[in-house]
């Protein structure tokens, strides 16, 4: 082997040995915080059907509205959150986060009216604001552009199983009545909200802020990570990369948050009122299922989409994330969500919705490979918390306007294709501003 050849393998052989380290010390670590952090503000999706909306005589639309209300709290809070992370560092900021949710759900266990249901879902908003903004600028920090989508991926799978493993085990808890004298759905809020309070004491000693805090990589590893992200750092536009104001004045930022909140809209409605849906099924179709069933039947259609996650997150790393790996499954999701309730069978319902799914869930980490390519610095904290402020305005407006159309229609059919409408002005728009991203691997 000659001189010249031999620093392009070693190069080779630290970066393949880097990601690798990082995909198992972080990326693991942070997919748990975000199981947690997803069914804690989920949660209530299960509870609804079974005890809590009858216990507290709550009609579609005042359910819809305690879902809902979530995303007014986080929204408040969500940029200042995540200038504040990317200014105090990830080890305190997330920590933080995550002790004050888990304080805050562990209260649902005792509400006592909706007025104080509304309360608390608002206060969770809040103190959960910043957390996802804050782990995808955190991890994009630590891998280059070329291995983000891969990354991103393995972070957003722990979405998907969040229903998978948490439907069946929020089932068991709530099966678990009269524990402490508590209804079965309040023990569920208990149970869910404890591993909250226990990751987020961890998180304060085990995760490090930035490559040369972790003692796990070599100096060569420290040397090569940090080399790639200050290259690729310069390769991005002056300085108005860097900049939170000029990030929020970019029109890139604004279509990147139109596509998001078409993708949350469906995310979210199929979150809160799936578990609904499938409670109506003793009535459309005469079945009957007891509460662990209705878990199970729940976490169906989302195994299948953390496995289409995987396999279309790695077509996008092997080719780049093109603006069809967004754009195709928003149409798909747009096209097949409207029709899982105008199926004749449970099976055929729940066929549909584990298509629309894996729609979802295909899309949303490559989406959050886009806003790197052309942000860095507090520009990107800025305007990565943007985008995720304008899907939470979708995470209130899809349980809120279902709800509300529901009551108002008696069906779910119409709100379900409200939902479809905007993941298909998701589709429309991502495949048109593929030009306008800069980037290495833009279309």
Wanted: aromatic content about 14%; proline content about 5%.
């Amino acid at each position: 082997m000659d001189g010249a050849s031999r620093p392009t393998l070693d190069n080779g052989r630290i970066e393949a040995s880097t990601i690798r380290k990082i995909s198992i010390r972080l990326v693991p670590f942070i997919a748990l915080m975000f199981f947690i952090n997803y069914l804690d503000r989920t949660a209530i999706s299960f509870a609804g059907p079974n005890g809590m909306t009858t216990d507290l005589a709550m009609t579609a639309a005042q359910f819809g509205f305690a879902a809902g209300i979530f995303f007014f709290g986080y929204i408040i809070l969500e940029v200042p959150s995540n200038l504040a992370l990317h200014r105090f560092g990830a080890r305190r900021w997330l920590s933080r986060i995550m002790i004050t949710w888990g304080i805050v759900a562990m209260l649902f266990t005792w509400v006592s009216s909706i007025n104080g249901l509304y309360v608390l879902r608002f206060l969770l908003g809040v103190a959960e604001a910043g957390f996802f903004p804050g782990a995808i600028l955190y991890l994009s920090t630590w891998v280059p552009g070329r291995h983000r989508a891969k990354i991103l991926a393995l972070f957003y799978i722990a979405q998907p199983l969040t229903t998978v493993i948490g439907a069946p085990f929020a089932s068991l808890l709530i099966e678990a009545h009269g524990f402490m004298g508590l209804e079965g759905w309040r023990v569920m809020f208990l149970g869910v909200s404890v591993p909250a309070v226990v990751i987020g004491v961890v998180t304060w000693f085990y995760l490090p802020d930035t490559p040369n805090d972790a003692t796990w990589l070599s100096v060569e590893e420290k040397a090569w990570l940090n080399n790639a992200l200050v290259n690729e750092d310069s390769k991005k536009a002056s300085a108005r990369s860097h900049s939170p104001l000029a990030a929020l004045k970019d029109v890139r930022v604004w279509l990147l948050s139109g596509i998001y909140f078409g993708l949350i809209y469906g995310l979210y409605a199929l979150a809160f009122f799936l578990p609904t849906i499938i409670a109506g099924f003793e009535a459309k179709f005469g079945t009957k299922f007891d509460v662990f069933d209705k878990g199970l039947i729940t976490a169906i259609p989302y195994l299948p989409a953390a496995i289409v996650l995987y396999f279309w997150s790695s077509d996008a790393t092997k080719r780049g994330v093109r603006i069809w790996h967004v754009g195709l499954p928003a149409l798909i999701g747009a096209a097949s969500i409207p029709l899982a309730l105008l199926m004749s069978s449970p099976e055929a319902t729940i066929v549909v919705v584990t298509i629309t799914a894996c729609s979802i869930f295909a899309a949303l980490p490559n989406f959050w490979s886009l806003p790197t390519r052309f942000l860095t610095g507090a520009g990107a904290a800025a305007g990565i918390a943007f985008i995720n402020t304008i899907g939470n305005i979708a995470g209130f407006a899809a349980p809120f306007i279902t709800g509300a159309v529901k009551d108002a229609t008696g069906l779910y059919e119409m709100p379900m294709f409200i939902v479809g409408g905007f993941m298909l002005l998701s589709a429309i728009t991502a495949f048109s501003i593929g030009a306008a991203l800069k980037g290495p691997s833009s279309t």
